[in-house]
Each structure stands twice: as structure tokens, then as C-alpha cells.
């Protein structure tokens, strides 16, 4: 049987800046990360060893840097216009939950990715959002350099900003590569972490009801 480790994130003073509001977009940065990335990939090929000129390593510096590009963008985006107005007054009052959304993102601390599903619900305050609005709000912070734990509090707060419900649920189930590859080499671990905001904190029927529908057939 794995392992598997379960964080409650309850707490509402909030440790990390506004996690809707974009990263300074300071262009000389930005340019000087592009400029540099092939060259220091192809140092690292280097110091492994490896001979960066032969034929299935010639192009990979501009492969990897155009990977990083894609599993970093989040960095680059914007809340606001991945919602994209998609917010609708609705006097509905039943839980909305999207569950089983995949996810990827890389481990700080290592870069080497992790991997699984979060499932997301809200209370909805008069309003709703567009359903395939709450998987995109995941990639937007799942696509940088993360943790699990602060994965998890970033897209319950988007959530709760974007839409004022009264509660936000947010839990995620991953695999850590740099568990799997390395150090403890525990395959078959999973790391458990949830963010309850609102009416999911403070309503125990509310947060049963939640942690019995993700249970139901969870994969």
C-alpha cells in the first residue's frame, strides 16, 4: 500500500502574495532568461559528460528551452484574461464541483515533475463561472516552479477572488517524480493536500459533502 500524507490548508491569513495578480513583467529579465537558457543546457550536457554536438543532442537545448517555456507560462499569465468574462449571475445554490482535473507542474526543488488531479469545488454567491474556467485556473498556477502544498492554496484564493463565493474547496493528489526517480524511491507514495476556505471550513456538512462526492469512483 503507498504511502500517502494528507495537509489541511485552513488558515485564512494567506502566507503568499495575491496569487491572481501577475508576475512584474520586467522585460530585461525576461530577455536575458531566453538569451541564456540553450547556452546553460548546453553546459549542463557538458558537465555530465555528454558531448552537446552529436546528432541526437544537436537541437535539444532549443527542445528544452521551448518546454520550459510551455510548463513555465504560467508565470505570464493573467487571471483575469483566462477567465475572459466568463461569470454569470445565477441564483443556484448548490455545490459546484469539478473533479479529477490533471494537472503537471515541476517540484521547485528540484525541477523534475509531479503529476495528478485536483478537484475543486465552490459555493456559489449568486454567481457561477464558466465550467472549463476552473481547469484552465489550475494550469495557469500549476505551470510555474511550485510546491504542492502552496499549489493548492494559490488556486482555492484565485477561485475565491475571481468569483466571492461562499466557500472554496480545493483538494490535489500527486505523485512527486523527485520521490519516484531519487532519494526514497517510494513509487508508490502520494501526496494529499486540501485548501478549505469559507463555508468548507466552517460547515462540516458542507466539507463532508465535498470529501464523499471527490471519494465517489475517485481514480
Not at 14 to 30: A, D, H, L
Not at 109 to 130: D, E, M, S, T
Not at 165 to 172: E, S
Request: aromatic fraction near 8%; hydrophobic fraction near 40%; proline fraction near 5%.
Amino acid at each position: 500500500m503507498g504511502m500517502k500524507r494528507w495537509i489541511r490548508k485552513t488558515d485564512p491569513e494567506f502566507s503568499e502574495r495575491n496569487p491572481t495578480k501577475r508576475p512584474p513583467n520586467q522585460i530585461g529579465i525576461i530577455e536575458r532568461r531566453e538569451f541564456n537558457l540553450e547556452e546553460n543546457i548546453v553546459n549542463i550536457l557538458k558537465s555530465i559528460g555528454e558531448d552537446p554536438t552529436r546528432e541526437g543532442l544537436l537541437n535539444t537545448p532549443k527542445r528544452v528551452k521551448k518546454a520550459y517555456d510551455f510548463l513555465t507560462s504560467g508565470y505570464h499569465a493573467d487571471i483575469k484574461k483566462v477567465v475572459n468574462g466568463a461569470i454569470f449571475e445565477e441564483r443556484t445554490e448548490g455545490m459546484i464541483l469539478v473533479r479529477d482535473i490533471e494537472l503537471y507542474s515541476l517540484c521547485e526543488h528540484h525541477l523534475l515533475p509531479f503529476y495528478g488531479r485536483a478537484h475543486v469545488a465552490y459555493l456559489p454567491n449568486q454567481k457561477i463561472i464558466g465550467i472549463s474556467k476552473i481547469p484552465r485556473i489550475v494550469d495557469v498556477f500549476a505551470r510555474r516552479l511550485q510546491v504542492q502544498e502552496r499549489l493548492t492554496e494559490q488556486i482555492a484564493y484565485a477561485v475565491q477572488e475571481v468569483l466571492d463565493p461562499q466557500g472554496v474547496a480545493v483538494v490535489i493528489k500527486a505523485k512527486h517524480l523527485c520521490m519516484m526517480m531519487r532519494g526514497v524511491e517510494k513509487q508508490n507514495s502520494e501526496l494529499f493536500t486540501s485548501c478549505l476556505l469559507g463555508a468548507f471550513k466552517e460547515n462540516m456538512v458542507t466539507r463532508s459533502e465535498f470529501l464523499d462526492l471527490i471519494r465517489t469512483g475517485s481514480t
